[in-house]
T-cell receptor
Framework: DGGITQSPKYLFRKEGQNVTLSCEQN?????MYWYRQDPGQGLRLIYY???????QKGDIAEGYSVSREKKESFPLTVTSAQKNPTAFYLC?????????????FGPGTRLTVL | GQNIDQPTEMTATEGAIVQINCTYQ??????LFWYQQHAGEAPTFLSY????GLEEKGRFSSFLSRSKGYSYLLLKELQMKDSASYLC??????????????FGTGTRLKVLA
């Protein structure tokens, strides 16, 4: 079955700790994306990657970092510099970002900072 | 700038028809998507419009008017399971030539028995 997986589904972190959220896809998609969703707000783009070993900042990249060492994987690290990290994080992928391709989403990770 | 507006909440009765509107302002418009999102879950793709007109897919239809910057999602024969948030998203071309989605805040639909 092709799809996008994110783990864990729920994550708790103490203030001041870095935490990494996993995103894996087996759809053979080139482009991958990380979004953050907060109540009453639309999805906001954190980082995106068009191809392996390349990634670009989105609208709210401060306090986050990513890597794209493999086509299938696009992990997101929430660093201690992110002032308000409690949110629902969604990973998505599309065939590429050079055309209007449908983005498909993973199940999400809900991060809570204690 | 880029902007998308949709109502925050709507309520409808099982078996009825509901229309969820979305207006947008963007440069480099290249298509409009509708997604359904149940609470705590991932958005799932419903429809895509790039040309003016109506696209029908079973109980769901989506309409686009590019000149008016307007779209709607029409849900017929509402079922309880249709209670969810409906996200409008616009694809536009960045200066780099790649495409970016702008998401609306979503419309939370409650279907009542």
């Amino acid at each position: 079955d092709g799809g996008i997986t994110q783990s864990p589904k729920y994550l708790f972190r103490k203030e001041g700790q870095n935490v990494t959220l996993s995103c894996e896809q087996n759809l053979n998609h080139d482009a991958m994306y990380w979004y953050r969703q907060d109540p009453g707000q639309g999805l906001r783009l954190i980082y995106y990657s068009q191809i392996v070993n390349d990634f670009q900042k989105g609208d709210i990249a401060e306090g986050y970092s990513v890597s794209r060492e493999k086509k299938e994987s696009f992990p997101l690290t929430v660093t201690s510099a992110q002032k308000n990290p409690t949110a629902f994080y969604l990973c998505a992928s599309s065939i590429d970002s050079a055309s209007t391709d449908t983005q498909y989403f993973g199940p999400g990770t809900r991060l809570t900072v204690l | 700038g880029q902007n998308i507006d949709q109502p925050t909440e709507m309520t409808a009765t099982e078996g009825a028809i509901v229309q969820i509107n979305c207006t947008y302002q963007t440069s480099g418009f290249n298509g409009l998507f509708w997604y359904q999102q149940h609470a705590g879950e991932a958005p799932t793709f419903l429809s895509y419009n790039v040309l003016d007109g109506l696209e029908e897919k079973g109980r769901f239809s989506s309409f686009l008017s590019r000149s008016k910057g307007y779209s709607y999602l029409l849900l017929k024969e509402l079922q309880m399971k249709d209670s969810a948030s409906y996200l409008c998203a616009v694809s536009h071309v960045r200066t780099s030539g790649t495409y970016k989605y702008i998401f609306g805040t979503g419309t939370r639909l409650k279907v009542l028995a």
